[in-house]
């Protein structure tokens, strides 16, 4: 008779990991204890409570400083905050798969989803998947269970997730049954792949073994299962917890004897050493023993092997690794990617099975120095050989400028494109391209002198083969007066190139502003996208002349809305000696000199410049001569508003005499606003001229008898400061004279001034 252990059996890495844990931390001064069975063997239960860690089942148990050890199947949000509250230290040993299932449902629960777990209710590990599902998860562990839970869920937004122990084959069932209940569904396989490692390796011995033997605890679900799986394919399958029961069981003789082959299999919480114990009572005759086995399937791991393991941590410089050895593998950073702007965060998650090259291994150091990227890139290099075969269009992120050209990683694998390849059009700068996504096509692979594979890419002929096919579609439904948001491309000195897809079209500089530049950075920078009109097309010349706006179509809406007094912001366009040019929008209009500013000036530029936006509006317009008269002075701007807004009729002031004419003086009352003093308001007394009495320069006192605001003339009087109250009444009764109006001088009097 053969005795034969099966290919994966006992320890998976997450029990291996728990139980190394509660070693390394066993007889810690402050104590150490597990919350519940650290795994479900009695055999390393006893073995732990020798080394002082004891078991508690309840949080009252824990003592403030205690080590408390989180068993490997996990335990609910909850638990795990009470524990931390007790003030004890927690020592995390959830298997890594386990937490993985813990981030998905933590997060989806958080978003609003519900969460369907698949597994034994009243395992601890579902317990506490359930116990991180904010309150929205559901558990089914039946054919008929996983029927009824449409009606417990009205939301169509699920997740399902399932105990890493489950038979794959029951888990498919189930999924095939909430497809049909629920259509928005994200399922998540979550099984262990060790767990399935070692169910496949099992049935595969048990379809050959006249006995199986499944050794584990009576508690473990995985063992359990197993159990059921070697049973169906070896109806003589028999389980036992140690090798106690199995000599127990032998010794009565219930153990039949048989000639060719005896399989043994065992749980992941089942330690080595048991399995030892029973392979050597059922192989006792057999040509290897129990400790050669073993070695064989744990033969020492040397360099250049490539081997799997399980991310079972991750920081910022290096991903941990379980790979079964005693000791755990290291993949540095730069043995992780190329790409040193990636976020190691995204290339690995911790529970997740890798395949790595060993690099180095250290017993000194008891450290195993690991590649993925070696092992990546072996495979990436095939996907490429097939990819150039088949002419088949890469993209790929450029990480780094070389001499002659960049680089860029594709599938784990450095692609050099030559500059002559980055572009469809020659790029004298090649550092815009780092850090872009880029696509193109490989167009060499060989290997260079020193024997290294060597790729060549090419972005220059997917570019030019896409720009083909854009302009083929351009010129196909291209036509003038056509509207187009394009890029800007390159700049010269008479204009702008600018991309409308596939095909480039010409700005002049002259259509680029509205005023004058004398180049077109002023106006526009590479990169910029901007709307463009075609003005014309020439597909012979493969000539496209481009606008911003069609003045036609401009001047058009203009005069069909314009009218006399309407406003308008307009942009200077150029500046006269005699007034300034506005462009109104697709029209120009004049703003004369005079109407620019209420005070004398020589040139326009004292008030404009061209590029200003300024408010206008129009005082007079022929379209069909194209002319437009503009105003840009504001009323309440202008000296007389300013001047008289607190002048009243009978306010008396002070006023100084600017002129002197034979029919009065005029008095300055507020700057650019005169007065008139009328001879006969000039004094009580008649007198002959009124240079008689004032001079030019005089600081008189008047009264303000008169304000005309249609004819913006100021009527002052001396007389009236002179007079008594007795003439003042007698002047009341008098008929009312205004010495404002225009009959009360002539231009012959303003011009005949007294010398």
């Not at 153990?255 to 005896?262: D, G, R, S």
């Not at 990227?373 to 450029?398: H, P, S």
Request: aromatic content about 6%; charged content about 30%.
């Amino acid at each position: 008779m053969k005795t034969e252990i099966a290919e994966k059996a006992g320890f998976c890495f997450g029990v291996a990991r728990a139980v190394k844990m509660a070693r390394e931390n066993a007889g810690d001064s402050g104590g150490t204890v597990t919350y519940g069975m650290l795994i479900h063997n009695r055999d390393v239960t006893e073995e732990l409570k020798s080394l002082g860690v004891d078991t508690v089942s309840s949080i009252d148990e824990i003592k403030p400083g205690t080590n408390v050890i989180i068993r490997a199947h996990g335990i609910p949000a909850d638990e795990e905050e009470a524990i931390k509250n007790r003030g004890a230290n927690i020592i995390d040993a959830t298997c890594p798969y386990v937490k993985k299932i813990h981030s998905i449902v933590s997060g989806a629960a958080g978003s609003g989803a519900d969460i369907i777990i698949v597994g034994d209710p009243n395992h601890p590990e579902v317990k506490g998947i359930n116990g991180r599902c904010l309150g929205r998860g559901h558990t089914i562990n039946s054919v008929e269970e996983a029927e009824q839970i449409k009606s417990d869920i009205l939301s169509n937004n699920v997740v399902i997730v399932a105990q890493t122990t489950l038979r794959r084959d029951f888990f498919k069932k189930i999924e095939k049954i909430l497809k049909k209940h629920f259509t928005n569904v994200k399922i998540f396989d979550t099984i262990c792949s060790a767990t399935d490692e070692r169910q496949k390796a099992a049935a595969e011995l048990a379809a050959r073994a006249d006995c199986m033997i499944v050794i584990g605890g009576a508690e473990s679900s995985n063992t359990k299962k197993l159990y059921e799986l070697c049973r169906e394919h070896c109806e003589n399958t028999v389980a036992f917890e140690n090798d106690k029961e199995l000599k127990k069981y032998i010794k009565q003789g219930k153990f039949p004897a048989f000639k060719k082959l005896v399989g043994i299999t065992a749980g992941a919480s089942t330690p080595d050493t048991v399995i030892k114990e029973v392979y050597l009572t059922m192989a006792e005759n057999n040509e290897m023993n129990f400790a050669e086995a073993l070695e064989e399937t744990l033969k020492p791991i040397k360099s250049g092997e490539v081997v799997k393991g399980v991310v079972i941590g991750v920081t910022p410089t290096e991903v941990r690794v379980d790979i079964g050895n005693k000791y755990d593998g290291v993949i540095p950073f730069n043995e992780l990617t190329d790409d040193t702007n990636a976020d190691i965060n995204d290339l690995v998650k911790v529970g997740e099975e890798v395949e790595v090259y060993v690099v180095h291994v250290s017993d000194r150091d008891g450290v195993v120095t690991l590649s993925k990227k070696k092992i990546d890139a072996v495979k990436g290099m095939e996907e490429l050989k097939t990819a150039f075969e088949n002419n088949e269009i890469l993209t790929g992120r450029v990480i780094e400028l070389v001499k002659g050209g960049v680089v860029s990683i594709v599938n784990c694998v450095r692609v050099f494109i030559p500059a002559s390849e980055c572009a469809e059009r020659f790029l004298a700068d090649l550092g815009v391209l780092l850090g872009t996504e880029q696509r193109f096509r490989i167009i060499k692979m060989d290997v260079d002198r020193r024997g290294r594979q060597r790729v060549v890419g090419s972005i220059k002929s997917v570019a030019k083969e896409e720009s083909e096919k854009a302009a083929a579609e351009f010129w196909a439904n291209a036509e003038e007066g056509k509207k187009y948001t394009g890029t800007v491309k390159s700049l010269t000195s008479f204009g702008a190139f600018v991309d409308l897809g596939g095909v480039d079209g010409l700005i002049h500089i002259s259509e680029l502003s509205p005023v004058r530049i004398s180049h077109p950075s002023e106006a526009v920078k590479v990169g910029d996208q901007i709307d463009v009109y075609i003005k014309e097309l020439n597909k012979e010349e493969n000539r496209i002349s481009l606008v911003r706006e069609l003045k036609e179509k401009k001047a058009e809406e203009f005069w069909a809305n314009a009218e006399i007094g309407k406003h308008y912001d307009g942009v200077v366009k150029s500046l006269t000696s005699f007034g300034a040019f506005v462009d109104l929008g697709g029209v120009d209009g004049l703003v004369h000199i005079s109407e620019l500013s209420w005070q004398r000036i020589k040139h326009p530029s004292e008030v404009v410049k061209v590029g200003d936006t300024i408010n206008v509006y129009i005082k007079d317009m022929n379209k069909e001569t194209g002319k437009i008269s503009l105003g840009y002075k504001k009323e309440e701007d202008s000296p007389w508003v300013k001047g008289t807004e607190n002048l009243h009729v009978g306010d008396t002031i002070k006023c100084k005499i600017v002129r002197i004419l034979p029919f009065g003086a005029f008095a300055e009352v507020a700057p650019y606003v005169d007065g008139l003093i009328h001879i006969s308001q000039i004094s009580n007394e008649r007198i002959g001229k009124p240079s008689d009495v004032l001079a030019i320069g005089d600081v008189v006192d008047a009264k303000i008898v008169e304000i005309n605001n249609d004819t913006k003339q100021i009527g002052l009087s001396m007389k009236a400061l002179m007079s008594t109250p007795e003439e003042e009444a007698d002047a009341s009764e008098d008929e009312t004279v205004s010495y404002t109006e225009d009959s009360s001088f002539t231009l012959g009097d303003l011009i005949d001034t007294e010398e």
